[in-house]
T-cell receptor, first 115, second 115 residues
């Protein structure tokens, strides 16, 4: 079945540092890929998405590129802020989800940005 | 527009007790989902519904029941709670439109502890 493997955390960075959170996946065909963010005490929010190979999703300074050849969707940001402190989840929706259209999530990566 | 709301936010149960978690959405979404979030495991799908009056099992349905009597509400029931059901429960909904990229909107979560 489908699966998502995410870089283990927690990750602690200083403000303005470069961020990379690795995400790789296993799925049949061409899944849609997502990054969700969960701020403390809140539900998950969609951060960015990509639907086909070489697509780049971007939002709020975050970027991720759909790499079919390496089955990866790594999240990057050039300069993190304290307000980016949150848990980040990589997810996919594959063809095996069928009528449920459910998401398969990675385990999440806790990011803490220090001032 | 409240989005997806969940009731209650916190609950402590004793083993064997029952309870119902309520999820409500005001976006006229067709699809609704219940996930559980456990440390180091990401989110896993418990049950889902593709429309009013329909429900189906997800990845981890044992010990839970659901009902979708009204389009805007999706109830998750625990008939006889067990310590293994200690978790954070998230409800989500999505619109079934003309695109396959139906973003899921999440509620704030319910933290359940079973003693």
């Amino acid at each position: 079945g489908d699966s998502v493997t995410q870089m283990e955390g927690p990750v602690t960075l200083s403000e303005e540092a470069f961020l990379t959170i690795n995400c790789t996946y296993t799925a049949t065909g061409y899944p849609s890929l997502f990054w969700y963010v969960q701020y403390p005490g809140e539900g998950l929010q969609l951060l960015l998405k990509a639907t086909k190979a070489d697509d780049k999703g971007s939002n709020k300074g975050f970027e991720a590129t759909y790499r079919k050849e390496t089955t990866s969707f790594h999240l990057e940001k050039g300069s993190v802020q304290v307000s980016d402190s949150a848990v980040y989840f990589c997810a996919l929706r594959g063809i095996s989800s069928g009528s449920a259209r459910q998401l398969t999530f990675g385990s999440g990566t806790q990011l803490t940005v220090l001032p | 527009n409240a989005g997806v709301t969940q009731t209650p936010k916190f609950r402590v149960l004793k083993t064997g007790q029952s309870m119902t978690l309520l999820c409500a959405q005001d976006m006229n979404h067709e699809y609704m989902y219940w996930y559980r979030q456990d440390p180091g495991m990401g989110l896993r799908l418990i049950h889902y519904s593709v429309g009013e009056g329909t429900t189906a099992k997800g990845e981890v349905p044992d010990g839970y029941n659901v009902s979708r009597l009204k389009k805007q509400n999706f109830l998750l029931g625990l008939e006889s709670a067990a310590p293994s059901q200690t978790s954070v429960y998230f409800c989500a909904s999505s619109y079934l439109g003309g695109t396959s990229l139906n973003e899921q909107f999440f509620g704030p979560g319910t933290r359940l502890t079973v003693l």
